[in-house]
């Protein structure tokens, strides 16, 4: 347990609906009254922000949040399978469980895997990665307009609007945080 007034940004709470991060901290003593902490807080598993009022000195329960490196080997019938990088022992992860990150995961990155109580409770990936474009189509001549764009699908199904220069076979980089097309990459 730890007391709302020693809490800060970055700090992980267990309340009762889910275990938030907190985002940003207020601590605020008005006129008349007693104190209060107002938090704004994002749930770790879903991702929603939530603003929360607790009374100044109020105990509540701190998350200790374990990142530990794995590794994405496959994904098959059962989900995604993912190797621990010290101990090498292997977990699996439902589709639902990892959400979003589906779209961005290929055979042999390698991920950080937010734990709590020895459980995963969401994926962290790097702001960007490196994808395949497997389906392209070629840039019409002629509309090779500042700033037009096409549709390309990426090696794990992605769809993202990439320049008209992109071809099939290009590698592209892509951040994990909007879906949106950075740089084609070289080599």
Do not use: C, W
Not at 15 to 35: M, N, R, S, T
Not at 61 to 69: K, N, V, Y
Not at 118 to 133: F, H
């Amino acid at each position: 347990m730890i007391s709302t007034n020693d809490v800060r940004p970055g700090m992980a709470l267990d309340l009762d609906d889910g275990i938030f991060q907190i985002v940003e901290y207020q601590h605020v003593k008005p006129g008349k009254g007693k104190a209060f902490v107002r938090m704004k807080l994002k749930n770790v598993e879903s991702g929603a922000v939530v603003d929360r009022t607790f009374r100044a000195d109020e105990n509540v329960r701190q998350a200790i949040i374990d990142r530990r490196h794995h590794q994405f080997l496959y994904r098959d019938d059962l989900g995604f399978h993912f190797m621990d990088g010290e101990t090498f022992t292997q977990i699996t992860l439902a589709s639902e469980e990892i959400g979003d990150a589906v779209s961005f995961l290929k055979e042999g990155d390698s991920i950080d895997l937010a734990m709590y109580e020895g459980r995963p409770i969401g994926i962290n990936l790097p702001v960007s990665v490196e994808l395949e474009v497997t389906e392209a189509e070629p840039g019409v001549k002629g509309d090779r307009v500042s700033g037009a764009t096409k549709p390309v699908t990426l090696e794990t199904g992605l769809v993202v609007q990439v320049p008209l220069f992109v071809e099939q076979g290009d590698r592209i980089k892509v951040d994990t945080r909007t879906g949106g097309y950075m740089t084609r990459v070289s080599g």
